[in-house]
C-alpha cells in the first residue's frame, strides 16, 4: 500500500512540476476518471491512482504546498446497487467544489459505459459532460 501511494505522491508532485517549469499556472485541474473493478485488461489500482495522482496535484497547485487543503478522502460518496452498481467519490476543494470525481462500476469489463453499451451502468459520456461543463477551462 505504501508503495502505490507513494507512486501517486511523486506523479502527482512532477505534473505540478512541469506546469511549473512550463509557466503553466492553473490553481486546478479538474479531473474526472471512470473504471471498471472488474477491468481484466487495466487493474483496479489504476483508476485509485489515478484519482489519487490528481488530488495530490491540485493540493500543491492551490498554495505550492503539499499541505492536503484538497485531501484524499472523499467528501462524498453515492453508491448505486440499481441495474449495475457503481461508486462515486467526489473530491472538493476548500471552497467546496468538486475538483475530482471517481467513478468506479462494479461488474463491468474493459469497454465504454454509455447507454449504446447498457443502460444499466452509468453514461459516461453524460457524466463527463455534465463534469467539464461545471469546470470550464478559465
Not at 507513494?6 to 508532485?13: A, E, Q, V
Not at 505534473?15 to 479538474?30: C, F, K, Q, T
Amino acid at each position: 500500500h505504501s508503495e502505490s501511494f507513494l507512486c501517486f505522491l511523486l506523479t502527482g508532485i512532477k505534473a505540478y512540476n512541469e506546469m511549473v517549469r512550463n509557466g503553466l499556472s492553473p490553481d486546478r485541474v479538474p479531473a474526472i476518471v471512470f473504471h471498471a473493478k472488474a477491468d481484466r485488461k487495466i487493474k483496479a489500482k489504476n483508476g485509485d491512482q489515478t484519482a489519487q495522482q490528481w488530488l495530490q496535484t491540485n493540493d500543491l497547485l492551490d498554495n505550492g504546498q503539499d499541505d492536503d487543503s484538497v485531501d484524499a478522502i472523499p467528501d462524498e460518496v453515492i453508491t448505486s446497487f440499481e441495474g449495475k452498481g457503481y461508486v462515486l467519490e467526489r473530491y472538493k476543494d476548500q471552497d467546496g467544489d468538486t475538483i475530482v470525481e471517481y467513478w468506479e462500476v462494479l461488474d463491468k469489463s474493459h469497454r465504454w459505459f454509455g447507454p449504446y453499451d447498457d443502460h444499466h451502468f452509468p453514461d459516461a459520456t453524460e457524466h463527463m459532460w455534465e463534469f467539464f461543463m461545471e469546470h470550464p477551462k478559465s
